[in-house]
């Protein structure tokens, strides 16, 4: 999601009520995976893929399910791809019920999930990793949210024009989908989401022309350059598409210090209140947003049911989906104001 920000781990554990608890969860799944004693609370693990306020709010989600469904959760925010791969490492050591991950690079992570797959119940959110033996993936057809930024791009920029895309990191299967919805919604083509267009090919459709995909590995100051770049490179450009929460924001501080917020239209994803407070300006069409609380508070839900036995939560293409939705001005107040409710929980 986000930028992260230095080496920052975080392992705050919830529980069902107020009471804080310790992380140590020596003991936790021991005996068949996932099968506490009995009355036992399940004790499970959160793992984002990074540091942002979208995992600020998925947190709130985690806390409130463990209260409602009655589990021990450690919610572990890591670095970068190592840390993350390590923090699985030291969970299965400590032993714990259940794992609830977004993977930073899901091709190359695989063996670890189907270890962690062997030793405890793994689902993915946010981020899938299909070809592991994950039980479930929850979360939004990234696909489909591509071809929904397609849309706002074609309301904001409808004459078409060069446009540029924006993304921390293609290793991961929701930043590749996205992508890959992008293209096809601007350039008019059918579904080709098991495809990945080169990066650096100009793609040209009948009215947009897609000049390039830039990555940055989640670092909104290069994202900022990169755009900078783009600009001084194509004169003509007419559109900046951000695949993740940080990009616009920095993507509009490129524009401002360029003096071209009247010429070149920026479309993003997720909900900094940066990015919402352009859509409520007028400097931004829109954004598509996910629900990172849910993806706590569903991930608590299904890990808990499965710990405890309950196949049922688990339907039969091993998806839960949480639709993305397109936010403008017309939507913008009543989810700015369920979000803010959210984000206030358990403060």
């Not at 709130?60 to 970068?80: F, L």
Request: a negative charge; proline letters at 5%; charged letters at 25%.
């Amino acid at each position: 999601m986000g930028k992260s920000i230095g080496r920052f781990i975080v392992g705050v554990c919830v529980a069902a009520g107020l009471a804080a608890l310790g992380c140590d969860n020596s003991g936790a799944g021991s005996g068949a995976p996932g099968a506490p004693g009995a009355g036992a609370k399940p004790k499970l693990a959160y793992i984002t893929n990074g540091v942002a306020p979208f995992w600020t709010i998925a947190e709130k989600g985690v806390i409130d399910g463990a209260k409602e469904y009655d589990a021990e959760v450690s919610v572990v925010m890591p670095s970068d791809v190592n840390d993350q791969m390590q923090r699985v490492e030291d969970l299965l050591i400590r032993g714990v019920d259940g794992i609830a991950i977004s993977p930073i690079d899901a091709e190359n992570q695989v063996p670890l999930l189907n270890k962690a797959a062997a030793k405890t119940k793994l689902i993915t959110q946010d981020s899938d990793a299909p070809k592991s033996e994950r039980i479930v993936y929850i979360g939004i057809d990234n696909y489909v949210a591509g071809r929904m930024a397609g849309q706002l791009v074609k309301e904001a920029i409808p004459g078409g024009g060069k446009v540029a895309i924006f993304v921390g990191r293609l290793e991961g299967d929701n930043a590749r989908k996205r992508r890959q919805g992008v293209l096809d919604e601007l350039l008019d083509r059918p579904d080709t989401s098991a495809a990945n267009d080169p990066l650096n090919q100009e793609l040209k459709g009948a009215k947009y022309t897609i000049i390039a995909t830039l990555t940055d590995q989640i670092d909104a100051a290069k994202a900022k350059s990169n755009a900078e770049d783009m600009m001084s490179a194509h004169p003509d450009l007419v559109g900046l598409i951000g695949l993740n929460a940080y990009h616009t924001p920095a993507l509009l501080e490129a524009l401002k210090q360029a003096g071209k917020m009247s010429s070149i239209q920026v479309v993003g994803f997720d909900e900094q209140d940066a990015t919402l407070r352009a859509i409520q300006d007028g400097e931004v069409v829109g954004t598509v947003v996910q629900n990172p609380y849910m993806y706590g508070k569903e991930s608590v839900r299904v890990l808990a049911a499965l710990v405890r036995g309950d196949s049922s939560v688990v339907p039969p293409n091993e998806f839960i989906s949480l639709p993305a939705r397109q936010i403008r001005k017309n939507n913008l107040a009543e989810f700015w104001a369920d979000l803010k409710q959210k984000a206030s929980k358990a403060e």
